[in-house]
């Protein structure tokens, strides 16, 4: 068992924007609900990182990019299959913006991500080449932090694979479930699960951390 260590964890808000709630094109649901356990969470941290989902219009993860294809169809592309969304988090418009209500005045880094336009991204670590770092791994290492908590939607996308390319790179990964809601596809909350449990990669609930937690 072991506390929080200020010196060496980071919470990790993964992508609380205005269209991954509800009201948005994406909308994950409850997804607004994670909102207060975040900012609750967030003040027992020193350092906090916001991702942001920062696509271009057009972008080629979006259905309406494939007039032939449907949302949620599974097409393959030059670096393997992607599932195609609706348009959602354009850079510079509403649904872009951080959650109104999310309230982190100490975060550290706002880290944006799927920023380039054929290729998509739902680790903050890499696109979905899994090759193309996005810079979060050196940052982490250049400022000594160790061990990564993990909030924020949704739960069997952006954040599980958030959560395995931080263990693939050497961090310690602790999800913190009650501070998370899943898009729930067919199939892909059970495949987060069972990748959690392959990995070793933690999950508690926030009130954990009132007191010790899994290292």
Known sequence: MAALDQSTDVLLVVDVQNDFCPGGSMAVAHGDEVVPVINRLAQAFDHVILTQDWHPAGHSSF???????????????????????????????????????????????????????HIDSYSAFFENDHETPTGLKGYLAERGLRRVFLVGLAYDFCVRYSAEDAVANGFSAVVIEDACRSIALP????????????????????????????A
Not at 65 to 80: L, S, W
Not at 86 to 100: F, I, M, R, T
Not at 203 to 208: D, V
């Open 63 to 117: 259905a309406s990019y494939h007039p032939e294809r449907d949302v949620h169809e599974v097409v393959e592309m030059t670096y393997g299959n992607q599932v195609l969304w609706p348009d959602h988090c354009v850079q510079e418009s509403w649904g872009a913006e951080l959650h109104k209500d999310l309230a982190i005045p100490h975060a550290e880094l706002v880290m944006r991500k799927g920023f380039r336009a």
């Open 187 to 214: 199939g892909t909350v059970e495949d987060t699960e069972a990748s959690f449990a392959r990995l070793g990669i933690a999950k508690i609930q926030s009130a954990a951390l009132n007191g010790d937690i899994a």
